[in-house]
């Protein structure tokens, strides 16, 4: 059975800095794709950023310059480095990898908070 745990999540003060943390443990199909979202209470679920398996990033505009997703490619890991931090990037950041041949899977999100 995959299991998805991010970690890293917790309190920090605006223009700090946290970087989460995602692995999959169990057996897992090839990799195609990794992703961090975020969610605030009453919203949508959004995608932070993204890396695919040739290690193209995307990222939603509100964090580009700020964030910075990377991965270990021989590992079911995927991270995500926030730097100056904003009140509004106050949310659930949850990871996603997606395998070839299993569809997707999600960890259970890690609470982020920005406040002074």
């Known amino acids: 059975q995959v299991q998805v ?3 890293g999540g917790g309190l920090v003060q605006p223009g700090g800095s946290l970087r ?4 999959a443990s169990g057996v897992i199909g090839s990799i195609s794709f990794r992703a961090w979202y975020r969610q605030i209470p ?3 679920r959004e995608l932070v950023a993204s890396i695919d398996s040739g290690g193209s990033t995307n990222y939603a505009d509100s964090v580009k310059g700020r964030f910075a997703i990377s991965r270990d490619i021989n590992k079911n890991t995927v991270n995500l480095q926030m730097n100056n931090r904003k009140p ?7 990871c996603t990898l ?3 041949t ?3 899977y ?9 406040s002074s």
């Open 98 to 100: 997606r395998s070839r």
């Open 102 to 104: 299993d569809g997707d």
């Open 42 to 44: 009453g919203k949508l």
């Open 5 to 7: 745990v991010e970690s």
């Open 20 to 23: 989460l943390s995602c692995a």
């Open 88 to 94: 509004e990037d106050t949310a659930v950041y949850y």
């Open 106 to 114: 999600w960890g259970q999100g890690t609470q982020v908070a920005v």
